[in-house]
């Protein structure tokens, strides 16, 4: 999948994209991400990219020309791919998004900075707007990079472990449960005993229903969403009536 990323600052997405899994997953093909700094399509001596709102008020606001010539020259006019504003105004992103956004095999993404943008670049140029949750960060990079990151791990064989994503929080519906790695115990504090019986089906009824307990006590509203078995609706209520009393 590729990702082309149009921003004013370009140096911040280096440091988190050259590390770990996402180095790895563009060292072996499976992402590509190219950093446009919008900043070299001005024709001005001082590459000039935003100005004053229309009407006055305060703030800055990032100019139309460079943003259409820059994707216009990366992604072609009529655009090969999706063009995504990050923007608190957009839908709001979830895993959902990230399952229907990794379907396709490009995207650009654009990161909004100052108090926003002329609105004919939102007309006339973005096709989607996304926002990473209610509240307003700086510029859209950071959002951009979690929407990079987020898409990345879907794709199979990023993770070593094909298994990795489907087992997620979030992905089968359910907030994943307890997890423990050695020493068996620690300072005192045991890791259960059933994970270390080897009985594989004890093991993944414990999973399932740490699951469905945590699911439970953090958003139980994921509940009302999914398709629980006969044997999870029953553990289920086996908690409520636990509460209850
Ligand atoms: N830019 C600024 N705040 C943002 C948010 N919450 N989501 C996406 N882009 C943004």
Redesign the pocket.
Known sequence: MQFDVFTLLPEVFPSYLNSSILKRAQENGYIQVDVHNIRDWTHDKHHVTDDTPYGGGGGMIMKPEPVFEAVEDILGNPPVCPLIL???Q?RP?SQKVADELVLHPRLGLL??RYEGLDERIRQHLVTDE???????????EL?ALILIDALSRLIPGVLGDENGAANDSHASGLLEGAHYTRPAEFRGWEVPAVLRSGDHGKVAQWRREGALRRTYERRPDMLEKIELSKQDRAFLERLRNSDEN
């Open positions: 990050m923007t608190p957009g992103f990161c909004g996304i926002s990473i949750g209610d509240y307003v960060l700086t510029g859209g959002p």
